[in-house]
């Protein structure tokens, strides 16, 4: 500042020395007045410049020029940039926060003042089928028409959430959200759609479980405490005690069944999956599995002429079978279950054929074929569902619990294998279990002595 000062009085007095020199004191005002002016001039025409300049806005476009007028060009330069990178970094940041709102599993809507849509993510757009350019700044109840959406909007009541059916839902694949307002920011709302599909169905789940294991153990409890009634009220010959004695020792041991089978559905959901450190030949498991079949068979035909006819691997091709990985008590209760309930199922006289055949792929399918009542196709999705029973009164006629299949269904997939039904109503199922070549090695050979 004070340069500019002194290099306005130093053009003053050049002119007024001119002045002087060419027409005296008369001259010597004239002249200063004429450099007062000239200064003026070229003041204001910086001044021109540099606001040409910011109008202009070109931070790269800045007049180089001296003095006052070039450093405060300078500094406006300087101060733009500062300005023009703070923009750019709050720009940035949002679009990280954009990018994360965009990578979240739940879908989210920025809402203004009115309700109508500022932004929302690809999840958002499929749960609600909102186009993310064509539906901008259009108003939210305007195209989410569930009339359940449209009460939540109307009671400004935020405080809890609203389940709604997704635009993506079909009978077959039913789809829940549940859709939550969260005001912010004088007006704004942010909209946010949760998938909750999975969590319905594991209370449903949970609801049904609870009521089957309820079902399941009132009856026999029911007839346990009827018979110890009669016990105790009734004066009973020895012949009718033993006989209460022994339907009592009989549901007594179905509930067993049923504690027993539900703790083995809690070891296998929560203990680390089997490792491939431990071999077990198939031979073994398969023969186990024969003994446990041929020994319930003779129960249940004892009292007619007519024994199932039970076909089991040749042992040359269960040698040939080798070995397979994993946790052999879950592999024995998985294949025995599988072959147990063919004989169950079947009635006397029919036929249960049991396979082990190594595919081309490197894997080997386990198969039971039973010629028994069969399974209709509606049920055969379900058939592996905790308690889920086709024919309930056939099921505790033949004392099984409803657990079987979905232990198998456990066992199988911690091992990597796949269980595959096919069934005629009359003419019997066949269950293949695939197992897969990483947990199959051919059988060790014995060392020969020396």
Not at 89 to 102: G, I, K, P
Not at 168 to 188: C, I, K, N
Not at 298 to 315: E, I
Not at 371 to 399: K, L, M, Q
Request: glycine letters at 8%.
């Amino acid at each position: 500042m004070f340069r500019h000062w002194l290099l306005f009085l130093l053009c003053q007095v050049a002119g007024g020395g001119l002045g002087w020199w060419l027409e005296g004191a008369w001259g010597a005002l004239l002249g200063a007045g004429l450099a007062v002016w000239a200064w003026f001039a070229l003041d204001v025409w910086r001044a021109g410049q540099v606001l040409r300049w910011l109008r202009a806005g070109d931070v790269s476009a800045a007049p180089q020029l001296r003095g006052l007028w070039g450093e405060a060009a300078d500094r406006a330069r300087r101060l733009l940039r500062q300005g023009q990178a703070q923009v750019a970094y709050s720009q940035a940041r949002v679009q990280e926060l954009l990018a994360a709102l965009q990578a979240t599993p739940n879908g989210v809507v920025l809402l203004d003042g009115q309700g109508r849509i500022e932004w929302c993510n690809e999840i958002a757009a499929a749960h609600f089928d909102l186009d993310v350019q064509r539906d901008l700044m259009q108003f939210i109840g305007n195209l989410v028409r569930d009339p359940e959406f449209s009460a939540y909007w109307a009671a400004h009541d935020f405080s809890h959430d609203v389940i709604l059916r997704s635009r993506e839902s079909t009978p077959a694949h039913p789809v829940r959200l549940s859709v939550q307002l969260f005001p912010y920011d004088g007006g704004r709302m942010l909209l946010l759609a949760r998938d909750v599909t999975a969590l319905e169905q594991a209370d449903a789940m949970r609801r049904d479980f609870v009521a089957n294991v309820s079902h399941e153990m009132r009856t026999p409890l029911t007839v346990l405490s009827g018979f110890i009634e009669t016990l105790q009220t009734l004066p009973l010959d020895a012949q009718e005690r033993s006989r209460y004695l022994g339907m009592m020792g009989q549901q007594a041991a179905r509930m067993q069944h049923i504690v027993e089978d539900l703790l083995t559905l809690s070891r296998l959901e929560g203990s680390p999956l089997p490792g491939l450190d431990e071999w077990t030949p198939v031979q073994s498991l398969v023969r186990r599995c024969e003994q446990e079949a041929r020994a319930l068979s003779s129960l249940l035909t004892q009292d007619v002429q007519r024994p199932h006819v039970l076909q089991f691997p040749a042992p040359e091709t269960l040698q040939e079978a080798g070995e397979i990985a994993g946790a052999a008590t879950e592999l024995q209760s998985a294949l025995s279950n599988l072959i147990t309930n063919a004989v169950r199922y079947t009635p006397a006289g029919g036929s249960i054929t049991v396979e082990w055949r190594r595919e081309a792929d490197g894997t080997a399918v386990f198969s039971v074929h039973d010629t028994g009542v069969g399974i209709a196709p509606e049920h055969i999705p379900r058939i592996t569902e905790r308690f889920y029973r086709v024919d309930r009164s056939r099921s505790r006629e033949t004392g099984g619990t409803g657990l079987g299949l979905a232990i198998v269904k456990h066992v199988l997939q911690r091992h990597g294998a796949a269980l595959h039904i096919t069934s005629t109503v009359g003419k019997g199922s066949t269950f293949s279990v695939t197992f897969p070549a990483i947990r199959l090695r051919a059988a060790a050979q014995p060392a020969l002595a020396p």
